[in-house]
């Protein structure tokens, strides 16, 4: 009985530290990736002189291939949902978003305070209809 106890108590303190690390984990994946994928789209701006045009969720832009070698951009994202370019939607000229994360607010405000400000109604890093955007321009 003692040692189940122990092992229960082990397992109280060990479960909540195990879903701390692995939120950590996913948040940091995503800013890595968030970050390959804004300098790839910022780079293609400078060489080619403008953005590609907007695509739907999970579909590469033309000519981008080559940009975004470093990322699975048609895989899910860490958070869940869809990676998809933006250009002149939502209010801004170029941003990548996340379409449909399957991340809570609470994660994703989390997520906000790493890379950005903290408030998913300002700075660059912004809520978005079925989604959120990094801005980039």
Same mark, same amino acid.
């Given at each position: 009985?003692?040692?189940?106890?122990?092992?229960?108590?082990?397992?109280?303190?060990?479960?909540?530290? +195990?879903?701390? &690390?692995?939120? #950590?984990?996913? %948040? #940091?994946? +995503?800013?890595?990736?968030? %970050?390959?994928?804004?300098? &790839? +789209? !910022?780079?293609?701006?400078?060489?080619?002189? %403008?953005?590609?045009?907007?695509?739907?969720? *999970? !579909?590469?832009?033309?000519?981008?291939?080559?940009? @975004? @070698?470093?990322?699975?951009?048609?895989?899910? #994202?860490?958070? /869940? /949902?869809?990676?998809?370019?933006?250009?002149?939607?939502? *209010?801004?000229?170029? /941003?990548?978003?996340?379409?449909?994360?399957? &991340?809570?607010?609470?994660?994703?405000?989390?997520?906000?305070? @790493? !890379?950005?400000?903290?408030? @998913?109604?300002?700075? %660059? +890093?912004?809520?978005?209809?079925?989604?959120?955007?990094?801005?980039?321009?």
């Amino acid at each position: 009985m003692i040692v189940v106890a122990i092992i229960g108590l082990l397992a109280a303190i060990a479960i909540p530290s +195990f879903v701390r &690390a692995r939120e #950590t984990s996913l %948040n #940091t994946r +995503f800013a890595a990736d968030l %970050n390959v994928a804004t300098g &790839a +789209f !910022i780079e293609y701006a400078q060489e080619k002189g %403008n953005y590609p045009p907007d695509v739907l969720p *999970g !579909i590469v832009p033309a000519g981008m291939d080559d940009f @975004l @070698l470093r990322m699975h951009w048609t895989e899910s #994202t860490s958070l /869940g /949902g869809e990676w998809d370019w933006d250009y002149k939607q939502f *209010g801004c000229t170029a /941003g990548v978003s996340v379409h449909g994360p399957t &991340a809570g607010v609470a994660e994703l405000k989390r997520l906000d305070k @790493l !890379i950005d400000d903290g408030d @998913l109604s300002t700075g %660059n +890093f912004r809520q978005r209809s079925a989604g959120y955007i990094f801005i980039i321009e």
